[in-house]
């Protein structure tokens, strides 16, 4: 799980680096429309970078694999989703579009693999 705290951090100073860019950078040089995809794209991905680094502690505290498999799907979420987002704003290439509702996939299936988790790990 080191590695997933590692992505987790990462993701997270990426998050506000891109959200910075974003604020900065490309106000007035993109539509509004696709600076709206872009800022999406960093709140979820700060979102889950947070998500990342909190799974790790409770797979600290029980190591399920449910929590890894959960993980692995947020991480993968968040590379899909924001990654798609990010790319349809900065090129406008809409083939890009359709990429993101896999990534929502990957956030939900995260997020009940989590549930699963916390249903499994109540033994006592």
Same mark, same amino acid.
């Given at each position: 799980?080191?590695?997933?705290?590692?992505?987790?951090?990462?993701?997270?100073?990426?998050?506000?680096?891109?959200?910075?860019?974003?604020?900065?950078?490309?106000k007035?040089?993109?539509?509004?429309?696709?600076?709206?995809?872009?800022?999406?794209?960093?709140?979820?991905?700060l979102?889950?970078?947070?998500?990342?680094?909190?799974?790790?502690?409770?797979?600290?505290?029980?190591?399920?694999?449910?929590? &890894? $498999?959960?993980?692995?799907?947020?991480?993968? /979420?968040?590379?899909? +989703?924001?990654?798609?987002?990010? @790319? #349809?704003? =900065?090129?406008?290439? &809409? $083939?890009?579009?359709?990429?993101?509702?896999? /990534?929502?996939?990957? +956030?939900?299936?995260?997020?009940? @693999? #989590?549930? =699963?988790?916390?249903? &499994?790990?109540?033994?006592?």
């Amino acid at each position: 799980m080191k590695w997933i705290l590692a992505l987790g951090a990462f993701y997270g100073m990426t998050g506000v680096m891109l959200g910075a860019f974003g604020a900065h950078g490309l106000k007035g040089r993109l539509s509004e429309h696709l600076l709206n995809a872009f800022q999406t794209a960093v709140q979820y991905q700060l979102w889950h970078a947070l998500a990342l680094v909190l799974l790790v502690l409770l797979y600290r505290q029980q190591p399920l694999a449910l929590l &890894k $498999w959960s993980a692995i799907s947020i991480s993968l /979420g968040v590379l899909l +989703f924001s990654g798609s987002l990010y @790319l #349809l704003a =900065l090129t406008g290439i &809409k $083939w890009f579009g359709p990429i993101t509702p896999i /990534g929502g996939v990957a +956030f939900i299936l995260g997020w009940l @693999l #989590l549930l =699963l988790a916390a249903f &499994k790990g109540e033994q006592a």
